[in-house]
């Protein structure tokens, strides 16, 4: 067994307690997020200020994933936003409709 397979073993357990803390907890820590860019954007005057933006909004993406590991309250499919899945047990179709 590698280094990498027993840190993974090791781990396992505990990503399944921080998915449910990310569930209970995800607001405030989008709001903790949003006051420590805000405070760190305040001290350095505003220079790296889409540089904050971005690492809190990754940040952000990735509590949402770990909130969401099940499934459940997520868009786990590849559609567009608002769109609806297709109907199980049908086939959507392939490719754009043909010209006449």
């Known amino acids: 067994m ?3 397979d027993s ?3 090791r781990l396992g357990p505990a ?3 921080v998915s449910d803390l990310a569930q209970q907890h995800g607001g ?3 709001h903790g997020l949003d006051r420590a860019a805000k405070a760190v954007d305040e001290r350095t005057k505003g220079k790296y200020s889409d540089r ?3 690492g809190a909004d990754k940040a952000k993406g990735a509590v ?6 099940d499934g459940t309250g997520a868009d786990t499919g590849g559609g ?3 769109s609806t899945p297709p109907t ?13």
Do not use: E, M
């Open 15 to 17: 990503k399944g307690k």
């Open 7 to 9: 840190v993974k073993a």
């Open 28 to 30: 405030r820590i989008q």
């Open 80 to 82: 567009t936003p608002g």
């Open 52 to 54: 904050i933006r971005t």
């Open 64 to 69: 949402d994933r770990l909130a969401h590991k």
């Open 2 to 4: 590698g280094l990498l």
């Open 88 to 100: 199980p047990g049908t086939t959507p179709p392939a490719g754009p409709p043909p010209t006449s």
